[in-house]
């Protein structure tokens, strides 16, 4: 398993990313657009409704006679209606939906918060994971030279049990924390990933190659390698 720093190794490019990419921020951002649509919506049933009309008559008078009238107008009519006979409801329905888009933005800006605070704390967990591996192998050399010393000095007398024993139990103790800290980079890595939007299944089945030396993982801490 390589223990490698993320690639770009610059947490804004994550962080824009995610911002682009982040699966909730577009839930965010399609709920958003759904209550403006909702809105203009209610606005138009909140606006006066206004038609206009043109006509022309013509009229003929005087029965058969070649000196009957001709009549001839032209007619306009203006009018307007205001849904203002509807108990309220036109505006109370309006005034709502108007919440509900400040809402919507409230949530995506909190939303957009979240996501980049997220990403960088992510990305600085990888980049402490990373230095706290490299911290936990010199550890385990150190303590595998300690308990070789121990054990020398024990065959030839020097050393006791009980000092043998704690050498052991040393580097069993640097062994698992070298473990521990290799599991919190893969998680680490994965849920900064997962928040800038970019996880995919290939990284999962990267994952369980991780157990394949013939097959070692090499593009997971990518942003592109997907």
Known sequence: ???????????????????TSNPQLQSARDALRSAESSLRARLSGHLPTVSFRAGYNESFSGGLSFYGNRTSGNTYSLS?????????????????????????????????????????????????????????????????SALEAVRTGYEVGTRNIVELLQAQQNLFSSQYDYADSRYNYVL?????????????????????????TSNPVRKLTTLSGR
């Open 80 to 144: 307007a209606s205001m849904p203002i006979f509807q108990g309220g409801v036109v505006h109370s329905r309006f005034t709502e939906q108007r919440h509900r888009v400040q809402e919507s933005k409230e949530r995506l800006r909190e939303r957009e918060l979240t996501t980049a605070r997220d990403t960088r704390n992510f990305f600085r967990a990888v980049m402490t994971d990373v230095a706290r591996v490299e911290a936990r192998v010199k550890a385990i050399k150190s303590r595998e």
């Open 188 to 212: 680490d890595l994965l849920r900064l990933k997962q928040t800038t939007g970019v996880l995919s299944e290939d990284d999962i089945l990267e994952i369980s190659s991780y157990t394949d």
């Open 1 to 19: 398993l390589p223990i490698v720093n993320p690639d770009p190794r610059d947490e804004n490019e994550w962080t824009n990313v995610a911002l």
